[in-house]
T-cell receptor
Framework: NAGVTQTPKFRVLKTGQSMTLLCAQD?????MYWYRQDPGMGLRLIHY???????AKGEVPDGYNVSRLKKQNFLLGLESAAPSQTSVYFC????????????FGQGTRLTVV | RKEVEQDPGPFNVPEGATVAFNCTYS??????FFWYRQDCRKEPKLLMS???SGNEDGRFTAQLNRASQYISLLIRDSKLSDSATYLC???????????????FGAGTRLAVHP
């Protein structure tokens, strides 16, 4: 039972490079989320999706783009990485955002040098 | 002001102690609340839901006070294995696009020592 799977688990980027983080869930969940977690800041919502083909901005969307072309996948893109985007990124999914548990992937540790 | 706020701690307590965490939320329209636990360098996992009537799961008790817009988590008889960061979560926060959001607090760190 895979649950929520994130790839890659670790990555080092140079400033200005681009990359895509992939999140896949096999629970048929409607909602998917991307968070970043920084020391002392907790989990901050970057973007989220309430269903296939939809996306919405969270608290800290600048510098990121997302796509939800298939229900099971939620992609997070960094077009031009900056050192300020060094963080741990977590993807999560839930059946809805009401009264239901959110399941998290194991996280992606990204360092931008 | 953050939508969900917690005391960051750390709370350093001896084994067997009772410890309480509080969390406040700013949006009175929030409808559902949870406590998550996050171990060091791991992903958050659901600890328990928080109901209006209060709920208990073993040594853990969660309470919701809608009038004051805060939720609490009480841990009795602390164990070494309770050492973790505890995250408060509010859901049902509708944004300008009409979508519901899942918002986490920054977390409260608990360290239980022998």
């Amino acid at each position: 039972n895979a649950g929520v799977t994130q790839t890659p688990k670790f990555r080092v980027l140079k400033t200005g490079q681009s990359m895509t983080l992939l999140c896949a869930q096999d629970m048929n969940h409607e909602y998917m989320y991307w968070y970043r977690q920084d020391p002392g800041m907790g989990l901050r919502l970057i973007h989220y999706s309430v269903g296939e083909g939809t996306t919405a901005k969270g608290e800290v969307p600048d510098g990121y783009n997302v796509s939800r072309l298939k229900k099971q996948n939620f992609l997070l893109g960094l077009e031009s990485a900056a050192p300020s985007q060094t963080s741990v990124y977590f993807c999560a999914s839930s059946l809805s955002s009401m009264n239901t548990e959110a399941f998290f992937g194991q996280g992606t540790r990204l360092t931008v040098v | 002001r953050k939508e969900v706020e917690q005391d960051p701690g750390p709370f350093n307590v001896p084994e067997g102690a009772t410890v309480a965490f509080n969390c406040t939320y700013s949006n009175s329209a929030s409808q559902s609340f949870f406590w998550y636990r996050q171990d060091c360098r791991k992903e958050p996992k659901l600890l328990m839901s928080v109901y209006s009537s209060g709920n208990e799961d073993g040594r853990f008790t969660a309470q919701l006070n809608r009038a004051s817009q805060y939720i609490s988590l009480l841990i009795r008889d602390s164990k070494l294995s309770d050492s973790a960061t505890y995250l408060c979560v509010a859901t049902g926060l509708v944004d300008s696009g009409g979508y519901n959001k899942l918002i986490f607090g920054a977390g409260t760190r608990l360290a239980v020592h022998p």
